[in-house]
């Protein structure tokens, strides 16, 4: 079954802080990766997407991914958080090469920055 | 140059009642999806439109039905409604065209805010 695990619920950090939020999946196939932010109240934003070639991918606003295979994780970091990165962040994963780019989404993890 | 828009931004129905969404793609995109993303879960695959077909349609009931348009906009239409169907509606634009040009990335729109009383 195709499906996006992310671990962590809700993550708190101090201003300044390194972060990283969690994501594994499991997909027949090879997949595409995403990493969404949602603010409260809007739509998504891409942050970054990871299709083939280097596994380390950078993204908007400072993010940057890894794509490790044998771990079936696409993770998220950031050196330093900015209050304003405070959101909602999701990892999707679609087909490669597929009819549709239909997108499986894990359930989000909610970042909170701490002054 | 406008991304993905949708209207409305509200929208408070009662039970029983249908209701209709409307989604115009970012420009130069020919492929619209659709997810519902209920109250603290991420977004799920409803259906999705290209050349004014539904191309694949995630696990959802008949009540849930689309269009899209030659322009490329498209409708969510849900009839029936139930309180369950309460809900943040996302559409999502893409480009598909020809197989060199294809584009796997999707861009949201802000969503419509679908409460069911």
């Known amino acids: 079954a195709q499906s996006v695990t992310q671990p962590d619920i809700h993550i708190t950090v101090s201003e300044g802080a390194s972060l990283e939020l969690r994501c594994n999946y499991s997909?027949?196939?090879?997949?595409?990766l995403f990493w969404y932010v949602q603010s409260p109240g809007q739509g998504l934003q891409l942050l970054l997407k990871y299709f083939s070639g280097d596994t380390l991918v950078q993204g908007i606003k400072g993010f940057e991914a890894e794509f490790k295979r044998s771990q079936s994780s696409f993770n998220l970091r950031k050196p330093s958080v900015h209050w304003s990165d405070a959101a909602e962040y999701f990892c999707?994963?679609?087909?490669?090469?597929?009819?549709?780019?239909?997108?499986?989404f894990g359930t989000g993890t909610l970042l909170a920055v701490q002054p | 140059d406008a991304g993905v828009t949708q209207s409305p931004t509200h929208l408070i129905k009662t039970r029983g009642q249908q209701v209709t969404l409307r989604c115009s793609p970012k420009s130069g995109h020919d492929t619209v999806s659709w997810y519902q993303q209920a109250l603290g879960q991420g977004p799920q695959f409803i259906f999705q439109?290209?050349?004014?077909?539904?191309?694949q349609r995630g696990n959802f009931p008949d009540r849930f039905s689309g269009h899209q348009f030659p322009n490329y906009s498209s409708e969510l239409n849900v009839n029936a409604l139930l309180l369950g169907d309460s809900a943040l509606y996302l559409c999502?634009?893409?480009?598909?065209?020809?197989?060199?040009?294809?584009?796997?990335?999707?861009?949201f729109g802000p969503g419509t805010r679908l409460t069911v009383t």
């Open positions: 997909y027949g196939a090879t997949p595409y």
């Open positions: 999707a994963v679609g087909p490669y090469g597929g009819a549709t780019n239909k997108l499986i």
């Open positions: 999502a634009s893409s480009y598909t065209g020809g197989r060199a040009g294809r584009s796997y990335e999707q861009y």
């Open positions: 439109y290209y050349e004014e077909e539904e191309r």
